[in-house]
T-cell receptor, first 114, second 114 residues
């Protein structure tokens, strides 16, 4: 257990479904991130939240909608996904007072779109 | 852009030192070098980071060359559980913000054999 908890661990959804991924951190960090890892590809940074404000959106399709209601929780709302969106979705958090702090990652949600 | 170059794979005998190289020839003066590893289908795990001095912790040692254009991660006594993908990352100081980004490349697949 790293202090960053992601639920569910596995999710299978149809292309017309709506689902949400949840991330929770108990480390007192003030920044949170969503990454996507497709098979045999590097991790891709999707969204960055700092102090609950979205500061980065790396050209992610609108069928992915993040939400950060407070500094401890981060959601990724999913709707009308495509099979190519099947991947491991990873959440991370950090404390951004300067650049000397690393990220703590959760264990990820394995998403399969059918 | 990950800004780093690593060999795609390496092997190491159990109990021997594993030396993982990384080139980061375009690193800027205030950018840190981070190392993470990812065991299959889990979230990346922080190992160590440094700016210009060599660093050591309970997991590994980090040797950074004097010109900072390359570094080596050393696992002094590799075990089978060290088999993972190892990522060398230069943390980008984006537009003067303290919210540095971590961009992952493809990393090095280290296989430790008995």
């Amino acid at each position: 257990e790293t202090g960053v908890t992601q639920t569910p661990r596995h999710l299978v959804m149809g292309m017309t479904n709506k689902k949400s991924l949840k991330c929770e951190q108990h480390l007192g960090h003030n920044a949170m991130y969503w990454y996507k890892q497709s098979a045999k590809k590097p991790l891709e940074l999707m969204f960055v939240y700092s102090l609950e404000e979205r500061v980065e959106n790396n050209s992610v399709p609108s069928r992915f909608s993040p939400e950060c209601p407070n500094s401890s929780h981060l959601f990724l709302h999913l709707h009308t996904l495509q099979p190519e969106d099947s991947a491991l979705y990873l959440c991370a958090s950090s404390q951004n007072r300067g650049l000397t702090y690393g990220y703590t990652f959760g264990s990820g949600t394995r998403l399969t779109v059918v | 852009d990950a800004k780093t170059t690593q060999p795609p794979s390496m092997d190491c005998a159990e109990g021997r030192a594993a030396n993982l190289p990384c080139n980061h020839s375009t690193i800027s003066g205030n950018e840190y070098v981070y190392w993470y590893r990812q065991i299959h289908s889990q979230g990346p795990q922080y190992i160590i980071h440094g700016l210009k001095n060599n660093e050591t912790n309970e997991m590994a040692s980090l040797i950074i060359t004097e010109d900072r254009k390359s570094s080596t991660l050393i696992l002094p006594h590799a075990t089978l559980r060290d088999t993972a993908v190892y990522y060398c990352i230069v943390r980008v100081n984006d537009r003067g913000s303290t919210l540095g980004r971590l961009y992952f490349g493809r990393g090095t697949q280290l296989t430790v054999w008995p």
